[in-house]
């Protein structure tokens, strides 16, 4: 199943889609009698691609997904709304967001951008709370995993080891919210294997990804019986304003910013169907 649902993933995203009905288009006008129909579909999908790639519709797509949940505060500052960050914190998880396992790059080059802004906003936290588990977590198909390089890179940064815990199996979110909480089932067998957390304080993780992607992860922790704090970090969509020339033009970030919102809302759709919605 997880193989389907990754080229399902990867059959439907925005550009695949475009390529697809571009080379149906090809195809209708060299080698069929519907030249006609070929040449209105390449130029539709054409149109379409430089709307998605334009931020403008990136924005308007990606936004409504990243405002669910406000960044999260280390005090409340006097009429603030938003999240405070309590004060007993007992593990601060880190999803995973794509890595390459290659020793020949350093640390940060091996992992994803926003999988190192993830790493970063946890390991912002972190120092915060000193005391609380530092949870990276993602496999990866080949080599070391994603939650290890990260750990390897938290280490680097000044997390000490023994502060850190991995997930390192876990290929997707509803794997990673099972894996944290399998980690808490075995600290509720064994306390000693959290060091001096209590498994009830794992219980409300901090939960740090990607904004469009925390309300999806936040519902498949709430699955696991858990109760997350969710805290956003890797915002796509920010305001902008027709100020310079490339502001009229389509870029390939925006297309990316689209890519996002739409394997987003596939996501929710593929929880949905699985009562995870």
């Given at each position: 199943m997880f193989f389907f649902t990754k080229l399902a993933g990867a059959l439907l995203k925005p550009l695949s889609l475009v390529v697809i009905a571009l080379v149906v288009g090809l195809i209708l006008a060299a080698f069929t009698r519907w030249r006609r129909s070929g040449l209105a579909l390449i130029g539709v999908t054409a149109l379409a691609l430089a709307l998605i790639s334009w931020w403008p519709v990136s924005n308007s797509l990606m936004t409504p997904l990243e405002g669910v949940y406000a960044p999260i505060e280390v005090s409340a500052p006097d009429g603030a709304v938003g999240q405070v960050l309590p004060r007993?914190?007992?593990?601060?998880?880190?999803?995973?967001?794509?890595?390459?396992?290659?020793?020949?790059?350093?640390?940060?080059?091996?992992?994803?951008?926003?999988?190192?802004?993830?790493?970063?906003?946890?390991?912002?936290?972190?120092?915060?709370?000193?005391?609380?588990?530092?949870?990276?977590?993602?496999?990866?198909?080949?080599?070391?995993?994603?939650?290890?390089?990260?750990?390897?890179?938290?280490?680097?940064?000044?997390?000490?080891?023994?502060?850190?815990?991995?997930?390192?199996?876990?290929?997707?979110?509803?794997?990673?919210?099972?894996?944290y909480a399998e980690l808490v089932a075995t600290v509720d067998g064994d306390g000693a294997s959290a060091g001096p957390v209590e498994a009830a304080a794992l219980r409300q993780p901090v939960v740090v990804s990607s904004a469009s992607h925390l309300p999806r992860a936040?519902?498949?922790?709430?699955?696991?019986?858990?109760?997350?704090?969710?805290?956003?970090?890797?915002?796509?969509?920010?305001?902008?304003?027709?100020?310079?020339p490339g502001d009229f033009a389509p870029q390939a970030d925006d297309l990316r910013t689209t890519e996002a919102a739409w394997h987003e809302f596939l996501g929710r759709l593929w929880a949905w169907l699985r009562g995870r919605g």
């Amino acid at each position: 199943m997880f193989f389907f649902t990754k080229l399902a993933g990867a059959l439907l995203k925005p550009l695949s889609l475009v390529v697809i009905a571009l080379v149906v288009g090809l195809i209708l006008a060299a080698f069929t009698r519907w030249r006609r129909s070929g040449l209105a579909l390449i130029g539709v999908t054409a149109l379409a691609l430089a709307l998605i790639s334009w931020w403008p519709v990136s924005n308007s797509l990606m936004t409504p997904l990243e405002g669910v949940y406000a960044p999260i505060e280390v005090s409340a500052p006097d009429g603030a709304v938003g999240q405070v960050l309590p004060r007993d914190v007992a593990a601060i998880v880190v999803l995973g967001g794509g890595a390459v396992d290659d020793p020949s790059l350093p640390l940060s080059a091996q992992l994803s951008a926003t999988s190192l802004q993830r790493l970063i906003e946890g390991i912002r936290l972190w120092r915060l709370r000193p005391d609380a588990l530092l949870v990276t977590s993602g496999a990866l198909p080949r080599g070391r995993s994603q939650a290890a390089i990260a750990a390897d890179l938290a280490v680097a940064l000044g997390v000490p080891r023994e502060q850190i815990r991995m997930l390192p199996a876990a290929r997707n979110t509803a794997e990673e919210a099972a894996a944290y909480a399998e980690l808490v089932a075995t600290v509720d067998g064994d306390g000693a294997s959290a060091g001096p957390v209590e498994a009830a304080a794992l219980r409300q993780p901090v939960v740090v990804s990607s904004a469009s992607h925390l309300p999806r992860a936040i519902a498949e922790f709430q699955s696991q019986g858990l109760e997350p704090l969710p805290v956003p970090t890797a915002h796509r969509a920010s305001p902008q304003r027709f100020a310079l020339p490339g502001d009229f033009a389509p870029q390939a970030d925006d297309l990316r910013t689209t890519e996002a919102a739409w394997h987003e809302f596939l996501g929710r759709l593929w929880a949905w169907l699985r009562g995870r919605g």
